[in-house]
Each structure stands twice: as structure tokens, then as C-alpha cells.
């Protein structure tokens, strides 16, 4: 998924993860959260897709039965100590799946993040996105 950089707020007014989760689940198109604003991701153009489709199809065969387990960009990924919640092109998690309250959404565990970059996602992806993913403890 492409962010328009920097991500453009749907609204100033804040939201508590609650509201923000009750509207993620019930919408058809992906927002990320952080801080209490929610984030519009737009659709990724077609050599995107390709990049991240093969990157993905390359790991699972080679961690076919291994303990790790990669997921596409559909996957949630949330970091509680900064409040993210974000769709990365690919994860990985390895062993046990954590999740928030045992949601099977968001997932808080994940010791690989794969994001391909774009003209229009790069600077946000190397930057501030890169820090908040370095909050992740796995």
C-alpha cells in the first residue's frame, strides 16, 4: 500500500484506538493510525505490487516449514509503545502469533517488516515510519 507523504489526516479531531478499530474493521479500504489520527492509504501501482508479490512468494518458499510465517500487506501490524497501526507490504512472525486482546487482526509481534518503496512513500518509509518500527521489541 502507497501513503501519500507525509500521510494526509482524514481529520485533525482525534480518535481513541477503540473508534479507530470499530472503523478499520467495518471499512473496505485501509487507514493507519497514530497518535489518534487516521491515516487514508491509497492503492499501489502495478511494479509495487509485483516487487512486494514476488519478495512475498520468494520467503514462504523458503520458510516453508520453518517456524516463521510471512503475511502480505493485508496484515495489521500495531506497536503499543507508540501507538502505530500500520499495513507493511510484508511481515514475518516467528513462532507464536500475538495479537491484540487475541483479535487475530493486529498482529504484535513481528521480527521482520518489508516495506517496498516508492517515489511517494520513501522518505516517510526510511524516516519516521522506520523509527516507529523500531519500537518493536521482536
Same mark, same amino acid.
Request: aromatic share 14%.
Given at each position: ?10 481529520? !485533525? ?7 479507530? &478499530? ?21 492503492g499501489a501501482k502495478l511494479p509495487h505490487n509485483t516487487i512486494a508479490g514476488n519478495l ?9 516449514? !520453518?517456524?516463521? !510465517?510471512?503475511?502480505n500487506s493485508d496484515q495489521r501490524i500495531h506497536i503499543e509503545s507508540n501507538t502505530l ?13 500475538? @495479537? ?8 504484535l509481534n513481528p521480527a521482520v517488516i518489508v516495506e517496498v518503496l516508492s517515489k511517494s ?10 523509527? &516507529?518500527?523500531?519500537?518493536? @521489541?521482536?
Open positions: 500500500m502507497e501513503v501519500k507523504e507525509p500521510a494526509i489526516a482524514y481529520s !485533525k479531531q482525534k480518535i481513541s484506538i477503540e473508534a479507530y &478499530l470499530e472503523m478499520e474493521n467495518a471499512s473496505p479500504e485501509k487507514h493507519e493510525y497514530y497518535q489518534g489520527e487516521v491515516f487514508a492509504m491509497s512475498f512468494v520468494a520467503l514462504a518458499n523458503r520458510l516453508k516449514g !520453518k517456524k516463521c !510465517k510471512p503475511y497501526f500500520t499495513y507493511p507490504d510484508i511481515s514475518i512472525v516467528c513462532g507464536e502469533v500475538l @495479537t491484540l486482546n487475541d483479535d487475530e487482526y493486529n498482529v512513500t520513501r522518505n516517510y518509509d526510511r524516516g519516521e515510519k522506520f523509527k &516507529l518500527y523500531r519500537n518493536i @521489541t521482536t
